[in-house]
């Protein structure tokens, strides 16, 4: 197992399949349990689509796992780091999970590029000249060259949201969580936004999507995951979760939704 | 990069800018400060005097402290051989002062009391004081029985008061205690008062400039005027005094001196407005000059205070959280004037050596100013977004990073109009330090009007400067603040 303090190489060895494997994780806040007892595994390379109403806790279990929240007890491992274990540093974990939020959380005081370059620079000290010439390849892939000098506030919520996601992939991270990257848009620009994301999935990028756009969850992921009362009620592949509910949780849910 | 250019580097430049404009060598000697007197290698004393007791002292249109007190202090010491810097003050501050060891002594047209014999040590009795009644010309008041039912105007713990206080027993009158005599004869010019006591030489100075009162009443003797030390202390430089004095009584240089001042005949101050603003704008822009320095000085250390403070409050150690918050109660639980107060008189008693006006002045505003600045810190810092620390710290920025490059920049740029707030609301309370003879903007506007009797067209233009310097200082702040916080 690497030494999680020092390693920079990838999180998952060639003995691992399961990049992120969730072990009775349970999450308090004060008196208020949100989560109560979840236990998952994501395979490289596999994009899962969690599910469920408001207020189950899905949010909470996405910081979990880049470590936004403590966990209260349970564990969470990232290939070979233990998010429970006191001795790891958290920002060594954070340099292999992107995070993508509902409010894009653009840093205003900073133009489209230098949103892109901060972490590069700050966190891997690449040199500005490397980081910007990665950022404007990013700005490319996500259709939006002509923004690098842009301030986020000129941008439309299906731009910001597209600067954010090149945000996130600045670091290559190997895992990327989107927190219902699509709720916050208009709905002409939904499309936009999941075109990246698709074209991610394609590439192979492990990823883990909170979102209620089944429609979406239906086409792109390889597994979907209904969780409600802070537990995954159930899971399987999208065709059986959509076409095939067992639990009446789900029935009843998927009925309000589609 | 942009967002490493933080609004301090912004805040620091323009106060270095604005210290390097005033820091001529002048501007940092206490302007109510000159040395005078004979023997250019004789010790200096430092001699404290009231600011606006015309005509024992008081500035000329030029700006220059004259009067009986400061002559005669003057003649005394060319006598002697010895040197004068005086330092006018206020009467009670310049007895505080000599309490304080603050002045050597003090010369202040002080009567000799048993009272203040107990604390201080006095010369023989140059001058002999005498109390009058002044009303408003034509308001044919003749004497205390004509101020039954009404106000009567005296000043603060002087002879007038105990006289009032005296004929308060026979006569039913309210007693209005004020600190100085304009105070005073602006008090009855405005109707506020019907009558004042004062002195003598006082009134008819006044009278003589065209305050618009008359003498009233027979003249009082009270008692004589001496000069004061502290108990014990200085007793070689009573000594000379009392040789000089006697040697000038002599010669007759004492009378002339008086002459000069209560023998003539000038008549009121003939000037146009144009005229009075043209020869009191000389004073009033020392006055501006040391308003902007002590502000600028103080604001700078209010910053430094202020940030420091103010991240303290958001620590998450207790203890440093509860040193910001006593700190932060105690100075905007307080009044200004307390505090420059405590650090002009009391703090040289703890600390048995005097301080600087300046150094008092600056920690009187600039304590005041980080409290007030602490707190706009804490709660900008608190407004910015959380979602944005989350951001940075999901791209893996450590606590520090995301601090530094997210956080604050936004911070900052939202605290600046509340800083540009908090510099106004300094300037103006940097005139509060007129009461410990600070000499700023308005102390100078009393001076000259101590002397001319034109108080209200002298705190018109004294406003009017205030004004111009706030209205020039917010447009200038306001446009730094567009150039680095776009
Ligand atoms: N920092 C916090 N402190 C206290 N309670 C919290 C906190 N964050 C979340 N909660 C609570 O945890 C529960 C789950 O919240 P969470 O945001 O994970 O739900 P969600 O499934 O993402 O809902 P939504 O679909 O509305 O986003 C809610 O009851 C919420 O009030
Ligand atoms: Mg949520």
Known sequence: ?258 | MRQGKTFLSFVFAGLIALLSFFMAPAALADNAAETEGGDPEGEVYVIGTDTTFAPFEFRDPAGELVGIDIDLMKAIAEDQGFRVEFRSMGFNAALQALSANQVDGVIAGAGITEERQEVYDFSDPYFTGELTIAAVEGSGISGWGDLEGESVAVKTGSLSEEWAREMQQDHDFEINALDQTTTMVESVKSGHDKALVDDLPIIAYGIQQGSGLELVSEPEPTGDYGFMVNKGENQELLAMFNEGLNNLQESGEYQEILDHYIGGESGPDPSTFLGLLATSIPALMVGLRNTLLITGISFAIAMALGLMFGFMKLSSNIILRGIATTFIAIFRGTPVLVWAFFFYFGLPQVLGTPISIWVAGALTLSLNGAAYIAEIVRGSVQSVDPGQAEAARSLALTQGQSMRKVVLPQAFKMMTPSLINQLVIMLKDSSLLLAIGFGELLYQAQQIYAANFRTTEVLLIVAAIYFVAIWLLTGLANYADRRVNK
């Open chain 1, 1 to 258: 197992m690497p030494n999680p303090k020092t390693s920079t190489i990838p999180l998952v060895t060639d003995d691992e399949t399961n990049v992120i494997r969730i072990e009775n994780l349970r999450k308090s806040f004060g008196d208020h349990e949100v989560l109560k007892g979840v236990n998952a595994n994501v395979k490289t390379g596999e994009v899962v689509c969690i599910i469920g109403p408001s207020g189950s806790g899905k949010s909470t279990l996405l910081r979990c796992i880049n470590g936004l929240e403590t966990i209260t007890s349970g564990d969470i491992w990232l290939g070979g780091f233990s998010l429970a274990d006191n001795n790891v540093d958290l920002n060594e974990v954070r340099k292999h999970v992107g995070m993508v939020f509902q409010h894009f959380n653009l840093f205003p005081n900073m133009t489209v590029l230098e949103n892109i370059t901060l972490a590069p620079t700050q966190v891997k000290k690449y040199s500005q000249d490397r980081a910007q010439q990665e950022a404007r390849e990013l700005l490319h892939r996500v259709g939006l060259e002509d923004k690098a000098d842009a301030r986020p506030d000129s941008l439309s919520g299906g731009q910001k949201q597209r600067v954010a996601i090149a945000r996130a992939l600045a670091m290559k991270p190997e895992i990327m969580l989107f927190d219902e990257a699509t709720s916050a848009l208009d709905p002409e620009m939904v499309g936009e936004v999941l075109g990246v994301i698709r074209s991610l999935a394609e590439e192979g990028m492990t990823m883990v999507l909170v979102t209620h756009e089944m429609g979406f969850a239906r086409e792109v992921a390889d597994r979907v995951a209904f969780i409600d009362s802070g537990v995954i009620q159930e899971h399987g592949s999208p065709e059986q979760i959509f076409g095939n509910p067992t639990s009446d949780r789900l029935k009843d849910f998927l009925s309000k939704v589609l």
